[in-house]
């Protein structure tokens, strides 16, 4: 039970401020130093958190090992592939504004307007299935709520920026899955 209080606490004692900042922010176009540190803090909290629930095994999961194995290393490759094509394709000058001249709609963002919360999530639930954990799978999806809020300032951002380009992106990518 306590990870999943130190969890919220880290997301929403990190995230409450980065999200009134990036609100403020990308009004302008760009997020800033301090203000990135907040979000990497806060979802860092999360994720860390998410790994001690799962190699606690908290709230405990009725399956195999060899079935949590499987499941849980299958979750994080597939996350992992996500994650690391979003990056390629979205550079880290893009993620945080310093480069926005073109909507990136290309590579795994034809599938999903937000891959890398995606596959963060994969993982997320990838490590609580390798540790039979609810909690870990709980805090997944804690993380997936908590990254809404910041998804739809993003996506207010991209509509101001890219207009009817974005729209159309939108209507024919989902943001998910």
Request: charged share 15%; glycine share 10%; net charge positive.
């Amino acid at each position: 039970m306590w990870q999943m209080l130190v969890g919220l606490i880290g997301l929403l004692g990190f995230g409450a401020p980065a999200w009134f900042r990036a609100r403020r922010e990308l009004a302008t176009g760009r997020v800033s130093g301090p203000t990135f540190v907040l979000m990497l803090l806060a979802f860092g909290s999360c994720g860390v958190t998410v790994i001690i629930a799962a190699w606690s095994h908290a709230w405990p999961l009725p399956l195999s090992r060899t079935t949590a194995a499987v499941a849980g290393l299958v979750s994080i490759a597939a996350g992992a592939a996500i994650w690391i094509g979003a990056r390629l394709v979205f550079t880290f000058r893009r993620t945080w504004g310093l480069k926005v001249d073109t909507l990136v709609t290309h590579g795994v963002y034809r599938f999903t307007r937000n891959p890398q919360v995606l596959g963060w999530f994969l993982m997320y639930c990838g490590f609580g299935l390798l540790g039979r954990s609810a909690a870990a799978i709980m805090l997944a999806g804690l993380f997936v709520l908590a990254c809404v809020p910041w998804i739809l300032i993003e996506e207010e951002a991209l509509e101001r920026r890219f207009g009817n380009q974005y729209k159309s992106y939108r209507l024919t990518t989902r943001r998910f899955v």
